[in-house]
């Protein structure tokens, strides 16, 4: 379920989830470089249910944008779950969102090591649930090209948006 065609349909189901809940998404990407933003702002009135995002691709501005710790970064490595959390968390709180999706990892054809090879991608889900907030964390080891990575990553990124219950 990779097509533009499908992730399109999946970005319409994820869009109205969130209007029916009249709940605001954001998002902190790596390895998608925007490719989350951008199939989401392919639906047309996103922006009753889309704030925006942010695309670090660079340890500095996973800092500086999303307040991701520099002592994290360095004993976890970039491609980690505690980076994905933090950047999840990050953009909840700095993006203004009810809901945040963030992915961060190794979209290839270069980068990857024997412990995070190539394909290997960390997602993190933070949302508001009353006064408190939730967050929840994944991994994948993806196969294939750089883009067919990238295109799993955005689809497993916005599916599991319709598993969490915002309430």
Known sequence: MNSDA???ALSERVGA??????????TAESCTGGWIGKVLTD?????????GGVVSYSNALK???LG????????????????????????????GGDIAVAVTGIAGP??????????TVWFGWAWRS?????VRTAHALFSGTREAIRRAT????LSEILRIDLK
Do not use: F, H
């Open 154 to 157: 955005v689809q497993r990124a």
């Open 6 to 8: 499908e992730l399109l």
């Open 68 to 95: 991701v710790a520099r002592e994290t970064l360095l004993t976890q490595g970039a491609v980690s779950e505690a980076i994905a959390r933090e950047m999840a968390c990050g953009a909840l709180e700095r993006l």
């Open 130 to 134: 009353g006064n408190a907030r939730d």
């Open 17 to 26: 989830y969130l209007r029916d809940r009249q709940a605001m998404l954001v």
């Open 63 to 65: 800092e500086s944008l």
């Open 43 to 51: 639906v047309a009135g996103s922006s009753i249910w889309y704030r």
């Open 110 to 119: 270069d980068g990857g090591t024997k412990e995070k090879p190539v394909g």
